[in-house]
């Protein structure tokens, strides 16, 4: 009678996860790949161009303060062929050249604080702009995270079914041989065909989801993944408890902050559209010079200087419809910020219970592989001796892939769990997870463009 056997030492899935993300001295590290998403990564990058476009916002309601000169040009030729019936003489001027050149400088001195306010908008708008690409950070960072660990999880995965998959080939040809001594049934060989069958097919399933995730890799970190690393979870930049890590979620969150900076830039629209309501208060300077514009006028010259006060009486209601309108809007920004302090803080709840729930289901999982792992020994022992059939040794050999597959699926939400929190909280950052990279700082560019009164160059922002 043969004895089924099974490779010695059958390792736990946590250290099969560890072996698939050996370490050798090339190893790609998970805070390699985080360094390599925030400087690389596209939609982010996007993000970024997004708030520099936000800025010039600002430069344009400082233009309200600033003086509009036009300057104008003409000229050309004229004839002129008069009679003077008083006198009865004839007067015919031959072709002329009349020339003009001027220059207007307009200064708005009041507006009812429409300049003010507006600026004072664009600059809340800038703010908001700020805790959008924060926002898009902390996605870019936990998606990041989230498919380092896919991948390490779905390599992990793939390196069970393949084990398994030469088990149960094993397994057939052992049961194959037990046939032909007489000691097993057609039955029996029937069961390990089709256990072998679906053991390769869950490896092709595997291989198909490692495929995918290796595409997602590229698209999200910017490169192939290789060798990878063992990641840990970031449960030291966590607070220790969750009233904690709502409190500090309210204040932080970049979807409340964001929210909180709409509220500044609706109630500033507000009084924008009641300066409509106040007198307008402009002051135009004007200089003017002509050349030859008839015969007897050789060259002319003006300035001026015009104070001018415009008094809105009625221009059809809009005025008032815009005012409304605004108040509307402010009042719906302000339920708004309600809801998303109420979803920042569900968020909170849900990954907080989900980490909780990773550290027991590990310990489970664990504890699952072991006892899994020491019947399929026994089983196949007592197989030996009739006391089992071989269905009964299939059976314990899937057990025993599914409690590895399920520890690593938990070592993979453990670890993205702790992301999520950090990220729900509003402190996933390069700054917290101390990247070795130089932090973007959207207030460069804002400072190279505020002040500029003239160009078209657009600075980089760096």
């Known amino acids: 009678m043969q004895r089924v056997t099974v490779p010695s030492g059958a390792v736990t899935a946590v250290l099969l996860f560890i072996q698939i993300a050996a370490t050798p001295a090339r190893a790609d590290t998970m805070e390699a790949a985080l360094l390599r998403a925030y400087q690389n990564n596209p939609q982010l990058n996007a993000q970024r161009a997004t708030v520099r476009a936000i800025d010039e916002n600002v430069p344009q309601a400082l233009s309200g303060y600033r003086p509009k000169v036009v300057m104008t040009a003409s000229g050309g030729g004229q004839y002129t062929n008069q009679l003077a019936t008083s006198a009865g003489k004839k007067i015919e001027e031959g072709p002329q050249g009349p020339h003009a050149a001027g220059l207007t400088v307009t200064q708005t001195l009041f507006n009812g604080n429409q300049t003010a306010n507006k600026t004072r908008a664009a600059e809340s708008q800038v703010l908001g702009a700020r805790e959008g690409l924060r926002l898009m950070e902390q996605s870019v960072l936990l998606a990041a995270a989230t498919i380092y660990m896919d991948y390490l999880r779905d390599a992990a995965i793939l390196e069970v079914q393949r084990s398994n998959t030469r088990v149960l080939e094993e397994t057939l040809k052992q049961t194959r041989q037990r046939y032909s001594a007489?000691?097993?049934?057609?039955?029996?060989?029937?069961?390990?065909?089709?256990?072998?069958?679906?053991?390769?097919?869950?490896?092709?399933?595997?291989?198909?989801?490692?495929?995918?995730?290796?595409?997602?890799?590229?698209?999200?970190?910017?490169?192939?993944?290789?060798?990878?690393?063992?990641?840990?979870?970031?449960?030291?930049?966590?607070?220790?408890?969750?009233?904690?890590?709502?409190?500090?979620?309210?204040?932080?969150?970049?979807?409340?902050?964001?929210?909180?900076?709409?509220?500044?830039?609706?109630?500033?629209?507000?009084?924008?559209?009641?300066?409509?309501?106040?007198?307008?208060?402009?002051?135009?300077?004007?200089?003017?010079?002509?050349?030859?514009?008839?015969?007897?006028?050789?060259?002319?010259?003006?300035?001026?200087?015009?104070?001018?006060?415009?008094?809105?009486?009625?221009?059809?209601?809009?005025?008032?419809?815009?005012?409304?309108?605004?108040?509307?809007?402010?009042?719906?920004?302000?339920?708004?910020?309600e809801q998303v302090r109420d979803q920042a803080r569900a968020d909170l709840v849900t990954a907080w219970g989900q980490l909780l729930a990773g550290k027991a289901q590990i310990a489970s999982s664990q504890s699952q592989v072991e006892a899994s792992e020491i019947a399929l020994l026994g089983t196949r022992k007592e197989a030996t001796v009739g006391q089992r059939t071989v269905l009964d040794v299939l059976n314990a050999q899937q057990a025993v892939v599914n409690a590895r597959v399920a520890l690593v699926t938990a070592e993979h939400d453990r670890v993205v769990a702790s992301y999520a929190v950090l990220s729900t909280i509003g402190r996933l950052s390069p700054q917290v997870l101390r990247l070795a990279t130089p932090v973007y700082d959207p207030g460069v560019h804002y400072h190279q463009v505020r002040n500029n009164w003239f160009g078209v160059r657009a600075p980089d922002g760096r």
């Open 182 to 337: 007489g000691l097993v049934t057609p039955t029996d060989v029937a069961q390990s065909e089709a256990q072998l069958a679906a053991g390769r097919t869950q490896e092709l399933a595997a291989e198909a989801t490692l495929t995918t995730t290796r595409a997602n890799f590229r698209r999200i970190i910017g490169n192939e993944p290789g060798q990878l690393a063992p990641a840990s979870p970031v449960d030291r930049y966590l607070p220790e408890t969750l009233q904690t890590a709502v409190d500090l979620g309210l204040r932080e969150n970049p979807n409340v902050t964001a929210a909180m900076f709409g509220i500044d830039v609706n109630f500033l629209t507000v009084k924008v559209n009641e300066g409509a309501l106040f007198p307008t208060v402009t002051l135009a300077a004007n200089v003017q010079k002509n050349w030859q514009q008839t015969i007897t006028s050789i060259r002319q010259f003006a300035a001026s200087a015009v104070a001018q006060v415009s008094v809105p009486i009625y221009q059809g209601g809009a005025e008032y419809s815009l005012i409304r309108q605004s108040k509307e809007t402010l009042d719906q920004q302000r339920l708004n910020l």
